[in-house]
């Protein structure tokens, strides 16, 4: 019986994977990184995938469909599941990946937290600063953190408006907000 348990997948698993791509894919846009936009690091392109995943987690939670958190937990399972493969990908040590998967999870989980307290509460300098702390490090180009501010509250607002049965479905749609100008 329990075997049948490890070969069965999880409810939303493949819908879960599906939406962390489209986040990943939104969040690789060339428009979001540069001198003037967020850093084209390692880091920067973390925390965009981290602002994408949170507020496509965020939306999920919000559905009254009882699915919801189930779905984003999804997300967040795919989420770490692909960032445990980049690190190995890396060649980073077995030893190490915990910790590392770990102190990435507690950056999410920090960054989710800010952004959802400023979305909530419908403040966009709250949510400027929130981005300027975790994506500059404090220090963001002049306009830059007011741009992606901007583009996040965008994003939210798109992502509010998705019928739940397509993220259930695995679609989300990312687009509808000018990068151009917003970040």
């Given at each position: 019986?329990?075997?049948?348990?490890?070969?069965?997948?999880?409810?939303?698993?493949?819908?879960?994977f599906?939406?962390?791509?489209?986040?990943?894919?939104?969040?690789?846009?060339?428009?979001?990184?540069?001198?003037?936009?967020?850093?084209?690091?390692?880091?920067?392109?973390?925390?965009?995938?981290?602002?994408?995943?949170?507020?496509?987690?965020?939306?999920?939670?919000?559905?009254?469909?009882p699915?919801?958190?189930?779905?984003?937990?999804?997300?967040?399972?795919?989420?770490?599941?692909?960032?445990d493969?980049?690190?190995?990908?890396?060649?980073?040590?077995?030893?190490?990946?915990?910790?590392?998967?770990?102190?990435?999870?507690?950056?999410?989980?920090?960054?989710?937290?800010?952004?959802?307290?400023?979305?909530?509460?419908?403040?966009?300098?709250?949510?400027?600063?929130?981005?300027?702390?975790?994506?500059?490090?404090?220090?963001?180009?002049?306009?830059?953190?007011?741009?992606?501010?901007?583009?996040?509250?965008?994003?939210?607002?798109?992502?509010?408006?998705?019928?739940?049965?397509?993220?259930?479905?695995?679609?989300?749609?990312?687009?509808?907000?000018?990068?151009?100008?917003?970040?």
């Amino acid at each position: 019986m329990a075997l049948f348990g490890l070969l069965r997948r999880r409810t939303h698993e493949r819908a879960g994977f599906a939406l962390y791509t489209a986040a990943v894919s939104a969040a690789r846009d060339p428009a979001l990184f540069g001198e003037e936009a967020v850093p084209d690091t390692l880091e920067g392109r973390f925390d965009i995938i981290a602002l994408y995943a949170a507020l496509l987690v965020r939306r999920l939670h919000r559905d009254p469909d009882p699915r919801g958190p189930a779905l984003a937990q999804a997300v967040f399972d795919a989420m770490f599941a692909d960032m445990d493969m980049n690190l190995r990908e890396m060649g980073v040590g077995d030893m190490s990946i915990g910790k590392r998967v770990r102190a990435m999870w507690e950056a999410f989980h920090g960054r989710a937290l800010a952004y959802e307290s400023a979305l909530e509460a419908e403040d966009g300098a709250a949510l400027e600063a929130a981005l300027a702390r975790n994506v500059w490090s404090g220090a963001a180009p002049e306009g830059a953190a007011g741009r992606l501010a901007r583009h996040a509250l965008a994003l939210d607002t798109s992502l509010a408006a998705q019928p739940f049965e397509g993220f259930v479905a695995g679609r989300a749609d990312f687009k509808g907000t000018d990068l151009g100008s917003a970040a």
